[in-house]
């Protein structure tokens, strides 16, 4: 193998123990992080006026993970990071399908 190949390599590896991702015979990889990875996203509109204005909130593990807001016409997703620095880590099929709730939801 060269250099820069075992060198990339080593680059993944360290990124996905930065995440919590730990090689297994079985497979690929599992998650190890005490935090579990938010699979289920929740989404919650407090009142009308709140919907009128385009805000819309994204809970995963009992945890406020984003919101929406209307900024010049268009819906933004905001992402605070965590109050302990760690990443935030978000499965893609269920942010999809809690953006498309939010899309439904607010119907802007």
């Known amino acids: 193998m060269a250099a820069h190949q075992q060198t990339d390599r ?3 590896a360290e990124r996905r123990k930065q995440f919590g991702w730990q090689a297994t015979a079985s497979g690929p990889g599992t998650y190890v992080n ?3 990875p938010m699979h289920e996203i929740k989404v919650t509109t407090l009142s009308p006026e709140e919907e009128y204005a385009g805000v819309a909130e994204l809970w995963a593990g009992g945890r406020l993970l984003a919101y929406t807001l209307l900024d010049d016409g268009d ?4 992402i605070d990071p965590r109050h302990d620095g760690a990443p935030v880590v978000v ?4 942010l999809a399908r809690a953006l498309a709730e939010v899309d439904r939801s607010l119907a802007l």
């Open 10 to 12: 080593s680059a993944q």
């Open 34 to 36: 005490e935090e579990e």
């Open 75 to 78: 819906l933004m997703l905001r």
């Open 91 to 94: 499965g893609v099929h269920s």
